[in-house]
């Protein structure tokens, strides 16, 4: 096996700073490759939330000058990286471009920070730039959604003749192709890029006069993946799946493909996790039992031993399918059960939220915050968890919720479809599965999940075997890996 140098690029990782999916994946992917011994560094913002003395970042390189619109710009790179063989992480820092409580969006304003074009373009540099100084040429760059989209766009366009990254070639993963980073056109000559890349129609940069960063790596980057194999093909089928980028993908179709992002057990495991108030496992499960009593106290919801709980842990956002959920509460609530929701978000949806609560105080708790506690012991405590999302790219609660035994009722789309097997199917189902975006659909899967509940010998049947799946990272490593080695066994690509 070939010893790959990789150098990952994202904008959020578990344990530092993460808002979703993304963040998870990047909390564990570069260890799992590291595992399989390959040389593994992590570029990250230095965001001002991030708790510095806590995780043990300590100044690698005082000063790395970025080129950033007609001069240089300087950055500090601190790391974290423990030295037997595990990934290191260096962190751009640029008070004022990262250091700030929030990631994306402006506390201010609810909306995303106005230099969100500036920062991630600076940040995507500083990557490359970082690389050059430390004199450690990778063999393979792997790039994260938009906010770093960029590297491969610089790369070809800027890096081009630079013997130092010749042997270089870029993977970009696509965590969700609804967020693409788009910006005014007339933002574009502070990016130090070519004209050609925002000329209308035939530009990588341009889509519908902006700036689309996600369509450029699209474009530039040498392969492209994204989060599971039927989110593949679903963004390259339809105009609401590709969110209006299917054409640029169904161009590079022989370049995509799907790998489903694993799960970091160490974490995500009741059997081990510290953020529950009672552990538990297959053969035990007197822990969840009393997980439940405990969540449901902390919700100050009364404890109905026949009326199953549900539980969701989601963003706020009507991709999570929220407005089924609205929809036919009153419906859902008629079946006697209760429901714990978390999450934040669309600021509608949390108004929404709150009344119903104020309906059904006995069966809705809602928290609106991000709580990652929290989110463990709705993982723990609760009977189902509820995904009824209208896309979904991979989907990481519901891996986690088979884990927990905490039944997963999904929509049968994108990671959804590919990781959860429906009932109907009894001898290997894990979960409730539905296919049509309707709140008719959701409820159908619901009554069938509640009428099992009721049946506790073939209920607990099936939380066993749903507790038996195993989603572990190193399968979805070994297709990183391999596809990392078939590239890096090609010549790099022609650059323009
Ligand atoms: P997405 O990345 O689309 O938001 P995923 O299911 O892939 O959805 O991952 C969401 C991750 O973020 C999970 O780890 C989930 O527990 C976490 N998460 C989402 N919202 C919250 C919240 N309000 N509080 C705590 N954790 C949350």
Known sequence: MNRLKILMVASEAEPYARTGGLGDVMGALPGALAERGHDVKVVLPRYGVIDGPAHGLSVHLDSVAVPDGDGVTHAMIERVGDHSGGPEFLFVGHSEYFGRRQLYVDPATGKDFVDNDQRFAFFSRAALETAKVLNWS???IHVHDWQAALVPVYLKARY???????????VLTIHNLGYQGLFDSDRFDDLDL??????????????????NYLKAGIVMADKITTVSESYAQEIQSTEEF??????????????????????????WSPRTDKKI??????ANLSGKRMSRVELLGKAGLPIRDRSPLIGMVTRLDTQKGIDLVIEGI??????????VILGTGDEGIHQQLLDLQKKYPDQLRVFLEFNDVLAHEIQA????????????????????????GTIPIVRAVGGLADTVIDYRDTQTGTGFVFEDYTTEAMLEAIERAVDLYAR?????????????????????????????????????????
Request: glycine share 6%; aromatic share 12%; with cysteine.
């Open 138 to 140: 990778p063999d393979i």
């Open 242 to 267: 590709g969110c209006g980028l299917q054409g640029v993908l169904t161009d590079r179709t022989d370049d995509l493909s799907g790998i489903v992002n694993g799960v970091d057990y160490s974490i």
């Open 194 to 211: 070519p004209d050609e890349l925002a000329y209308a129609a035939t530009g990588a940069l341009e889509f519908y006069d902006q700036l």
């Open 456 to 496: 506790r010998q073939d209920w607990s049947r099936l939380m066993k075997t749903a507790m038996k799946c195993d989603f572990s990272w190193s399968a979805s490593a070994a297709r990183y890996e391999a596809l990392f080695q078939s590239l890096s066994q090609t010549n790099s690509v022609a650059r323009p």
């Open 330 to 339: 009153a419906r859902l609530f008629k079946m006697k059960l209760q429901m």
């Open 381 to 404: 405590g609760s009977d189902m968890f509820l995904m009824p999302s209208r896309y979904e790219p991979c989907g990481l609660n519901q891996l986690y919720a088979l884990k927990y």
């Open 160 to 170: 081009a003749d630079d013997d130092f990254f010749a042997n270089c070639h870029t």
């Open 277 to 282: 108030p009672h552990r538990y496992w297959s």
